[in-house]
């Protein structure tokens, strides 16, 4: 059996399989793969032979891939129109369900750009974005509208919404329904809609919050996705030809997938529903509200789910459910996990709940700026190198640099820097000052604190970012830190990560009062509450009567924060 190294040759040295060669992406010499399809649109164009295998499925809504992509490109030709062509944005905001993943294929194949906005914002939250894309429509479920119903006299750049939802529109009289868009679908197959597309066009616009408090749009082009798919694809081989892991047991199912996370993240978006659907996979939504184990095991067993993952705190529940044996599981035979870390207790419960699972359990480490994986981890690797987050992936250069951008030695300490196609080379939409910062010479610069072994393994030890992830969800300190200096009486403040056994991080706040002030816990978070989404509201304050630490700068020095035991207040709501 081959050496990693050895497989990764016979598969992407000349003449392999997925050959590596290195083109210009952008004015920057990147590794990309030599034969490649070049957009979402060409993936499409793919999946004709499965045309009667099922495709996506939410309760009793199911589509084969016929139903899938003749539906797709039912709202692409709607789209056109009413006057959305290529370039144009298409925001989309709505827990997940089927019109969320064909509207997104919608704008893939129409050369539009999809936005896909944070389900769980509010209000002001989802003003900005919409204001800073451009967005000319808005596909909305009903929950979402009525937030941005709050704001639209601030919205004047957008022409249509579009109600993703059964029932009538009512007061809403200029807003369409989204069965509009699907006209009366036959059983011919309906033509692509005529499109140019290339490689390095932008594909979708994902906001994520900064250190300044102020969101950015992550750009991810078309060879981004394609490219995150592919490395994911040409990872999974190598280590199948090193023995390294393994798909499971091949019993004859579909390989089919849970999807616990949010549509809105790439993990979700590109390294789930895009995978899955290249695979020929059938996608299993979850109903839209909060995440209920004894629903997503009843799911799993009737779905027969050969794929489950998302961040550790779903793995948590599942586990710990008291109805864990209740169910058939036997399908499952691979797991992955990532966005927070997961404590080694979990790896060791998940091995003995599923012991099937040691040559297929994953994890992986990446950012939004990365479309998806950058690191992958997975079979006797993952349990050899329980800490690490894996290696790079195929096509991604990863150096670890110290502060004057030089490579450290192995085993010591810096920040990650990222090369390759999946890299977000165009940059921030509107942040052309951010771009000089984090884009070097065709380098992403993480932000991440690492270091990596002589195998090439890596560590992630720390977060040059001040940020807290919180179930896979990255909350910006800044951010609820000057949401709390509005708070009457406030005159210090600081937010830290609580360490949490099955989300990660909780968000804790730290507070301090002028003199003769006062407040209470639930007030700090009802102020908070009011602007913020709930994943970022405090769960846990702390009331103090010193200044905090600051170092000579004046900058709060959060690593004595964290350091000692303190007494802190929270409500006893543990749920995502």
Request: glycine share 8%; proline share 5%; charged share 25%.
């Amino acid at each position: 059996m081959p050496t990693p190294a050895e497989a990764a040759l016979q598969v992407c040295g000349p003449g392999g399989p997925m050959e590596i060669v290195v083109e210009d992406v952008l004015g920057v010499p990147t590794q990309v793969y030599k034969t490649r399809m070049k957009s979402l649109r060409d993936l499409m164009d793919s999946s004709a032979a499965r045309a009667d295998v099922t495709c996506l499925v939410q309760g009793d809504a199911r589509y084969t891939f016929a139903q899938h992509n003749n539906a797709a490109k039912a709202v692409a030709e709607a789209l056109r129109a009413r006057g959305i062509g290529h370039g144009d944005r298409v925001a989309l905001v709505s827990a997940n369900n089927p019109e969320w993943v064909l509207t997104f294929w919608a704008c893939a194949i129409l050369g539009a750009i999809c936005v896909p906005l944070n389900a769980w914002q509010k209000s002001e939250e989802l003003q900005f974005a919409l204001q800073d894309s451009g967005s000319k429509i808005v596909f909305a479920d009903r929950k979402r509208l009525d937030l941005i119903n709050a704001v639209r006299a601030e919205l004047p750049d957008v022409e249509r919404f579009v109600l993703i939802a059964a029932e009538p529109v009512g007061a809403d009289g200029d807003v369409e329904q989204f069965d509009a868009f699907l006209g009366t679908l036959g059983a011919a197959d309906i033509a692509m809609p005529a499109a140019e597309i290339a490689e390095d066009d932008i594909l979708a616009i994902l906001y994520t919050s900064g250190t300044t408090g102020r969101p950015k749009g992550a750009t991810i082009t078309h060879r981004q996705a394609i490219a995150n798919l592919s490395n994911i694809l040409c990872s999974g081989l190598i280590q199948m030809m090193a023995g390294t892991t393994s798909r499971g047991a091949d019993d004859g199912l579909q390989d089919a997938a849970l999807l616990v996370v949010p549509l809105f993240h790439v993990t979700g978006c590109l390294a789930t529903m895009v995978l899955n659907y290249a695979m020929g996979g059938k996608l299993v939504l979850m109903p839209a509200g909060r995440f209920d184990p004894d629903n997503a095991m009843a799911t799993i067993e009737s779905e027969k789910i050969t794929s489950i993952g998302g961040v550790p705190t779903i793995m948590w529940r599942i586990i710990e459910s008291e109805n864990f044996n209740k169910y058939d599981l036997s399908s499952v035979k691979r797991a992955s996990y990532g966005g927070a870390p997961a404590a080694p207790e979990l790896v060791e419960r998940i091995e003995q709940a599923f012991p099937n699972l040691r040559k297929t359990l994953s994890t992986a480490y990446g950012l939004t700026e990365t479309a998806s994986v950058a690191t992958a981890l997975a079979g006797d690797d993952y349990f050899s190198h329980p800490s690490s987050c894996g290696r790079a992936v195929p096509t991604v250069e990863l150096e670890i640099r110290d502060d004057d951008h030089n490579e450290v030695e192995r085993g010591e300490q810096g920040e990650i820097w990222l090369k390759g196609p999946t890299i977000m080379l165009r940059g921030y939409w509107n942040r052309p000052e951010v771009n000089e910062e984090v884009l070097v010479d065709g380098w992403f610069r993480s932000g991440d604190i690492a270091k990596q072994d002589d195998d090439g393994f890596v560590y992630i030890v720390d977060r040059a970012k001040d940020m807290i992830i919180r179930a896979g969800e990255n909350i910006y300190c800044v951010e609820i830190e000057n949401v709390l200096y509005d708070f009457p009486g406030v005159v210090d403040a600081a937010i830290i990560g609580q360490p949490h056994t099955q989300l990660g991080e909780e968000v804790k706040a730290i507070v301090v009062l002028k003199a003769g002030a006062t407040a209470t816990v639930e007030a700090i978070r009802d102020h908070c509450r009011a602007v913020l989404a709930d994943f970022k509201v405090p769960q846990y304050v702390e009331f103090r009567d010193e200044p905090l630490p600051r170092n000579p700068a004046g900058k709060i020095l959060k690593a004595a924060l964290r350091g000692g035991e303190t007494a802190f207040a929270a409500s006893d709501d543990q749920t995502l």
